[in-house]
């Protein structure tokens, strides 16, 4: 099986596919207005999908993640789901998801074939919640998580952006929560897009300076898996659960990258924040079109830069995150 390789040694079994970019929350942090469409959604099909990740199960594809703006408003998710679970060589199938109908949906996607879960939760407390999200389904959210625990999903985790004065002092709270439940929780750095400047200089706070208190308390980090996503993951023996650390301004954060990014209308982006996106869609149509695919995701690889220019204030095309699936 041929494998994708940048030129600078680094490969890609992972593949984060964004189903759409409408999202029905306001996250403070993503999209305080709201999703509005532009122009006619026409995000990719059912064949077409099943066409772009037959093409990337042809270059080593092992793990997959669905992912929007908020893929469950996707009638079709299911579908989905069961489409991507019977493609050749996928070992991993994971879902990132906001959580709006998962007390109504997990068991059917659970049943298709979906194998890991990330439900965004920023808040243990509902009116904190509430007020960086934009809704009030907190209490059901909390019931549906512990009902997925349930269903055999080899992981379960908890996205949680860090935002310093709303949410930054509850790692004490985190911690009694992940005391008895099998569960990663993941803080993710906040990171700045075209259009949260002023936001981003007021709540972003780094989430790499978690680390050492935790090590004082008897947390350790874990030797990171081949086809991981970025976090660095600590566990403690007196904990059931996991702490993952997505740190986006850390040192060497692209050095391991091993995922690439298709947006929800066909775009392949090298990077969240790369400055341009490679139009695949034209190449979905026909099953015939498979070796012209191939050749061109193997082609684009050149390409790819060593690392995000974050630290310049460089975010490329990313306005926001739900444009790309994060």
């Not at 099943?50 to 793990?63: E, I, M, N, P, S």
């Not at 009116?127 to 512990?146: K, N, V």
């Not at 600590?234 to 947006?263: E, M, Q, W």
Request: charged share 25%.
């Amino acid at each position: 099986m041929n494998t994708l390789t940048d030129t600078f040694g680094r490969t890609f079994p992972y593949l984060r596919l964004s189903l759409t970019e409408a999202c029905n929350l306001r996250c403070s942090y993503c999209l305080p207005d709201g999703w509005r469409a532009q122009g006619k959604p026409g995000w990719l099909t059912l064949d077409e999908i099943g066409r772009l990740l037959r093409g990337f199960a042809a270059v080593g594809l092992r793990k997959l993640r669905l992912t929007g703006g908020e893929p469950s408003l996707r009638r079709d998710l299911t579908e989905v789901i069961a489409q991507a679970a019977a493609t050749p060589g996928l070992r991993k199938l994971a879902l990132t998801t906001n959580g709006c109908v998962l007390a109504r949906r997990v068991d059917a996607w659970r049943s298709a074939g979906l194998t890991a879960l990330n439900v965004s939760l920023d808040s243990l407390r509902t009116d904190r919640f509430t007020a960086i999200t934009g809704h009030s389904y907190h209490a059901e959210l909390m019931q549906a998580i512990d009902h997925s625990l349930s269903l055999g999903f080899d992981a379960v985790k908890l996205n949680a952006v860090l935002l310093g004065d709303l949410n930054d002092d509850e790692l004490p709270s985190w911690l009694e929560y992940l005391r008895e439940r099998r569960i990663t929780l993941r803080f993710i750095e906040l990171m700045r897009t075209g259009d949260n400047q002023a936001y981003f200089t007021r709540h972003h706070r780094s989430t790499e300076a978690l680390i050492q208190p935790l090590i004082d308390q008897g947390w350790r980090e874990l030797p990171r898996a081949e086809d991981a996503g970025p976090a660095r993951e600590l566990a403690h023996p007196d904990y059931h659960g996991r702490i993952g650390i997505i740190a986006p301004y850390s040192k060497d954060f692209c050095r391991s990258c091993n995922r690439l990014r298709v947006t929800a209308k066909g775009d392949l982006r090298l990077c969240l924040f790369g400055e341009f996106g490679i139009a695949l869609r034209p190449l979905l149509q026909h099953d015939q079109d498979l070796p012209d695919l191939v050749a061109r995701l193997s082609g684009q690889l050149a390409y790819k830069q060593a690392g995000h220019r974050l630290h310049e204030g460089e975010t490329g095309l990313t306005r926001h995150l739900a444009s790309v699936g994060g």
